[in-house]
């Protein structure tokens, strides 16, 4: 059964700073996906990373994939307060089926 | 524009009732899934169908039932069986086979009262 644990669960953070969200998984995969929840709100898809090596950047947001560590990192850089907000990465098992870690809990402060 | 439309918002269920939360898209995807959200937790897959008339049960299908007759459509709903079903539900719709995601609907949070 696939496993996907994220760490931390929460994070508050400063703004300017870095910092780096882990996702590991348990079982082999060569598809990932991270993705940002606000508060109430449905899911919006951040970056989809299909191959190991792969790295992805959006503004200040990076997300990195290593298959065969089964880790992907999301790191964040020069935090700023709107980047507050529930993170959450996500694995394929099987066909088509998407388990997700616990998510990650993120709180910027000014 | 193409998108994944959840109703209602919100919905409120009286302990016993069955209730069915609709979901619709127009991105001609082929798959669909519900997903459940507890506070303050990950997403739990109920079901999911790959193509018309045919679904699986995902990890907590217990409680819940879904129907596939359009590509479109895929609604569910969570029957008297279903013990806590106060949550927050999720539909998403993807291509198969093409890696690209899922697109999520903006969820209907249902409350037992």
């Known amino acids: 059964e696939l496993k996907v644990e994220q760490n931390p669960l929460f994070l508050s953070m400063q703004e300017g700073k870095n910092y780096t969200i882990y996702c590991n998984y348990s079982?082999?995969?060569?598809?990932l996906y991270w993705y940002r929840q606000d508060p109430g709100k449905s899911l919006e898809s951040l970056f989809v990373?299909?191959?190991?090596?792969a790295v992805k950047q959006e503004g200040r947001l990076m997300a990195s994939l290593d298959t065969k560590a089964r880790l992907s990192t999301l790191h964040i850089t020069a935090a700023v307060h709107d980047l507050s907000a529930t993170y959450f990465c996500?694995?394929?098992?099987?066909?088509?089926?998407?388990?997700f870690g616990q998510g990650t809990r993120l709180t910027i402060n000014p | 524009d193409g998108g994944i439309t959840q109703s209602p918002k919100y919905l409120f269920r009286k302990e016993g009732q069955n209730v069915t939360l609709s979901c619709e898209q127009n991105?001609?995807?082929?798959?669909m899934y519900w997903y459940r959200q507890d506070p303050g937790q990950g997403l739990r897959l109920i079901y999911y169908?790959?193509?018309?008339?045919?679904?699986q049960k995902g990890d907590i299908a217990e409680g819940y039932s879904v129907s596939r007759e359009k590509k479109e459509s895929f609604p569910l709903t969570v029957t008297s069986a279903q013990k806590n079903p106060t949550a927050f539900y999720l539909c998403?719709?993807?291509?198969?086979?093409?890696?690209?995601?899922?697109?999520f609907g903006s969820g209907t949070r249902l409350t037992v009262v």
């Open positions: 998403a719709s993807s291509i198969v086979g093409q890696g690209l995601g899922y697109t």
């Open positions: 079982t082999t995969s060569d598809r």
């Open positions: 990373l299909l191959s190991n090596g």
């Open positions: 996500a694995v394929v098992q099987g066909a088509q089926k998407l388990v």
């Open positions: 991105l001609n995807h082929d798959a």
């Open positions: 169908s790959q193509i018309v008339n045919d679904f």
